[in-house]
């Protein structure tokens, strides 16, 4: 069982930065894959990018490559969501969540726990 924290939402202008980290509870968190995902209001949930357990890889959605960054903190428990450049189209609920697998990472489906959440507004 894999309990998951979010912190470091909030409200920022387009174009600026937030980092969001996710504490993750227990002593096996580099044995999962952690994603983060984002719901704006009336929308579904869709993928934000990825980290595979042995933390060599990293996926990205398309819309956010080159802007967002994921790393971890195996010590630490923790990951991170770097976003820079945010875009007020990306003002969302952003989730963390884990899985214990290193395949299809783009999709909620295959993960197992999730966050409650943490709110980005980005205001034009």
């Known amino acids: 069982q894999v309990q998951l924290v979010e912190s470091g939402g909030g409200s920022v202008q387009a174009g600026g930065s937030l980092r969001l980290s996710c504490a993750a509870s227990?002593?096996?968190?580099?044995?999962?894959?952690m994603g983060w995902f984002r719901q704006a209001p009336g929308k579904e949930r869709e993928f934000v990018a990825a980290?595979?357990?042995?933390?060599?890889?990293?996926y990205y959605a398309d819309s956010v490559k080159g802007r967002f960054t994921i790393s971890t903190d195996n010590a630490k428990n923790t990951v991170y969501l770097q976003m820079n450049t945010l875009k007020p189209e990306e003002t969302a609920v952003y989730y963390c969540?884990?899985?214990?697998?290193?395949?299809?990472?783009?999709?909620?489906?295959?993960?197992?726990?999730w966050g409650q959440g943490t709110q980005v507004t980005v205001s034009s």
């Open positions: 227990g002593r096996t968190f580099s044995s999962y894959s």
């Open positions: 969540a884990a899985t214990k697998v290193d395949y299809g990472l783009g999709y909620s489906a295959t993960y197992d726990y």
């Open positions: 980290i595979s357990r042995s933390r060599y890889s990293t």
